[in-house]
């Protein structure tokens, strides 16, 4: 994985660094030739080209001098905007009207809050000019530990980030507001930094982790999933968990559903189970049932569709404290157990859960709040599980506080039953014999990657579904290139 700091890291390492005998002057100098060679490359050269350095008083606005002065040197004409000595408004925008790259050195990932003053009008009008905007280290306005952004902020073409990523660059709205991210080595030795609780998933990640079959293998020995689901008019949400697992590799589905509800399930390669019902939905009695058959499988995916009421609840409770498989609680599972992380604690096989913002509200009892990576965390800690924080950059954590964010996906997921595809996936991994955090973590990063392989214009959850194969396919070889590219540089 990507390793990604803390802004209270990333100073802990500089300190650590200077300390170590590398000047600080020095690592500004880096930093900021970083920056300007960023620039250089994407103009093709420096000759003539006119730039507008807009820099604060820290260590960030020192960087943007330093990538300044080398720029002029090379040749472009360059205007320095510093803060703290009164912006001329007027001179300003006649600058930045004119200028064909903007350098954004005003704030770095120690900022919280919302700009003011000059820096809030700067921002404004670097979003109102054509101008290619390069920031440095993070975009000025965005909360460099959560990615917030409470007033105007910089939207970036591309930032330079010093070392490492950051965590507000990996959280939305930040991420969005980052553009495109260079990472440059400055000679921080992250080595001796304590970075790697947290990371960004990749395709390497998810090529090692994926299972192989061996010749003689059969459905069973591959890896079975039992789907347990469904309920009145909800029959669709358990039937798209379950194809979803089939196409993400599990070798035989059972997906057992409230009785008369079964016989409204189309023909097709999963095999449908009548269970225990009243008024449509769990009877108390169908936790029973699934217990005696489980051990077949070696996962479960539990909620999609139950939907609510006494006896869904009580068979929840019943099915996760009996259940001795991995378990994947989703949806209406998770619903069941409002307030009730204590059932979810002491499991004897690895948990998974995947709420949404508001599934987190009703099962912590506490909204998640700016910090997603922290709301993670903290659900994982409480609950002895793994979390899949839901959203644009789903955030992935253990109980011990390991943390993985998925760059991949995007805003065409934001349509019902793509969820239950991401249980499914996470099941047939679970089933395969990937340990929690990597099944959640390669789910996450599939199921994202299957929208990133299709038109974003009207997706549909059975998309992602027939993607699947080819996807799976594309992150292996994707990964394999990248691990072999690691192999070579250690040879």
């Not at 991401?422 to 994202?448: C, N, R």
Request: one cysteine or more.
């Amino acid at each position: 994985m990507r390793p990604v700091l803390t802004p209270e890291e990333m100073r802990a390492a500089d300190e650590r660094t200077i300390a170590a005998g590398t000047a600080e002057s020095v690592l500004m100098e880096r930093a900021g030739l970083g920056v300007a060679w960023a620039v250089r490359r994407w103009a093709g050269g420096c000759y003539g080209l006119r730039v507008v350095a807009c820099c604060g008083k820290g260590n960030n606005g020192g960087d943007g001098l330093v990538a300044a002065d080398a720029l002029e040197s090379w040749g472009a004409r360059v205007s320095r905007v510093r803060l703290g000595e009164g912006v001329d408004r007027a001179r300003v925008g006649r600058e930045l009207g004119r200028g064909a790259v903007v350098v954004d050195a005003m704030f770095g990932t120690g900022f919280s809050g919302a700009l003011e003053g000059d820096a809030a009008w700067l921002a404004d009008a670097i979003a109102d000019v054509g101008a290619r905007v390069v920031s440095v280290d993070i975009p000025s306005g965005v909360d460099g530990l959560t990615g917030a952004v409470e007033g105007p902020a910089v939207r970036a073409d591309t930032t330079v980030v010093m070392a490492a990523l950051k965590t507000g660059l990996v959280q939305e709205p930040g991420r969005s507001h980052a553009g495109e991210i260079e990472v440059v080595d400055i000679g921080i030795d992250l080595g001796s930094a304590p970075v790697a609780r947290l990371g960004v998933t990749e395709a390497a990640d998810v090529a090692s982790w994926l299972p192989v079959r061996e010749p003689d293998t059969h459905k069973w020995s591959v890896g079975g999933v039992m789907v347990v689901g469904g309920s009145d008019g909800m029959i669709g949400a358990p039937m798209m968990v379950s194809r979803a697992a089939l196409r993400a590799g599990a070798g035989i589905i059972w997906c057992c559903v409230p009785g008369g509800t079964s016989g409204r399930m189309p023909p097709n390669e999963v095999i449908s189970r009548a269970l225990p019902s009243h008024e449509g939905v769990l009877a108390v009695e169908s936790a029973g049932e699934v217990l005696e058959s489980i051990e077949r499988f070696r996962a479960l995916v539990l909620g999609p569709g139950l939907g609510t009421g006494a006896s869904v609840a009580e068979a929840v409770r019943a099915l996760v404290a009996g259940a001795e498989v991995p378990l994947v609680l989703d949806a209406d599972g998770l619903n069941a157990l409002s307030g009730g992380l204590a059932t979810l604690r002491g499991r004897s096989s690895p948990t998974v859960l995947t709420p949404h913002a508001g599934e987190y509200e009703r099962l912590a009892g506490t909204k998640v709040g700016r910090d997603r990576v922290a709301a993670a965390r903290a659900l994982a800690a409480g609950a002895e599980a793994v979390v899949v924080l839901k959203g644009s950059a789903s955030i992935v954590a253990t109980p011990d506080g390991r943390v993985a964010v998925n760059p991949t996906g995007s805003a065409a997921l934001a349509t019902a039953g793509t969820g239950d595809v991401l249980a499914g996936v996470v099941g047939a991994f679970l089933a395969q014999g990937m340990p929690a955090f990597e099944a959640a973590s390669a789910g996450a990063y599939v199921h994202g990657a299957c929208a990133d392989g299709l038109p974003a214009g009207g997706l549909v959850a059975s998309d992602l579904i027939e993607a699947l194969p080819r996807t799976l396919e594309h992150v292996q070889d994707a990964g394999d290139v990248m691990l072999s590219g690691r192999d070579g540089e250690l040879g």
